[in-house]
């Protein structure tokens, strides 16, 4: 069992930055392909981004490559998202996710999932 905790969510204006974490539970984090995803308000919930088990692929969804980047410390059992040059419309929840299978599956796949944290941006 993988249990996921996110934390770094909070209020920040637009133009801004924030950083979130996903602590993961068990000695298997290595074999884990990551992601995060967000839901907005009254919206569904969307693939934000993605890393490989040993972090040396990424990928990400259209509305925030080049403002977010996805990186991973296998000691540390902890995904990161670090959001830059935040819009309004990135205000969501955000969750941390996570599979076995590779970072392909990890946008249609993904079997673990943290319970979120709100990321709201001020305009």
């Known amino acids: 069992q993988v249990q996921l905790v996110e934390s770094g969510g909070g209020l920040v204006q637009a133009g801004g930055s924030l950083g979130l974490s996903c602590a993961a539970s068990?000695?298997?984090?290595?074999?884990?392909?990551m992601g995060w995803f967000r839901q907005a308000p009254g919206k569904e919930r969307e693939f934000v981004a993605a890393?490989?088990?040993?972090?040396?692929?990424?990928y990400y969804a259209d509305s925030v490559k080049g403002r977010f980047t996805i990186s991973r410390d296998n000691a540390k059992n902890t995904v990161y998202l670090q959001m830059n040059i935040l819009k309004p419309e990135d205000t969501a929840v955000y969750y941390c996710?996570?599979?076995?299978?590779?970072?392909?599956?990890?946008?249609?796949?993904?079997?673990?999932w943290g319970q979120g944290t709100q990321v709201t941006v001020s305009s």
């Open positions: 996710a996570a599979t076995f299978g590779s970072i392909e599956t990890v946008r249609y796949g993904s079997t673990y």
């Open positions: 890393i490989s088990r040993t972090g040396g692929s990424t």
């Open positions: 068990g000695r298997t984090f290595s074999s884990l392909a």
